[in-house]
């Protein structure tokens, strides 16, 4: 099963929603969708990392080091092409963890941590300049079609 989904229809706001394990093979494979879209646009993506309460466990060392080494090696692109990554995440300790990761080790662009997908999704659309033309409640809706087949699986 794939670790997560990727919700495109709402550009240049994506969505990507934790469904499962989330390993150095799947996380790396996020990170070369996310920078193929970022390639292909026209303006800067705002993207959103939602890790859902039922999806197993944290992503591993191995994946947090793609990510790590994603905005190393991939700093330019994403200063050129991103507007943030808005992190949610449902555990307070989860949060608090990535906050002070953040703090220490800060990523070439803005980034927000939050509690819940809305608001994830809502500071999205906010950096991402489209307040008014994209609505959070169609994302959601959206995200949840799409991924709740994926978790049944």
Partial sequence: MAGYVLLDRFVPVLVSRRVGPMNAETMASL???VNARMRASNE???LVYD???SAAGAPDAAARKVVADWWREDRE???RRCACIEFCLPSAVSRGVLTAILWIAT???PTGVHSDSRTAVEAAIERAGRRGTIEPIAVLKALDALSTPVRAS
């Fill in 31 to 33: 990170r070369n969708e």
């Fill in 44 to 46: 800067k993506i705002a």
């Fill in 51 to 53: 890790a859902l309460p």
């Fill in 77 to 79: 692109l994403l200063i």
């Fill in 107 to 109: 990523p070439p662009i």
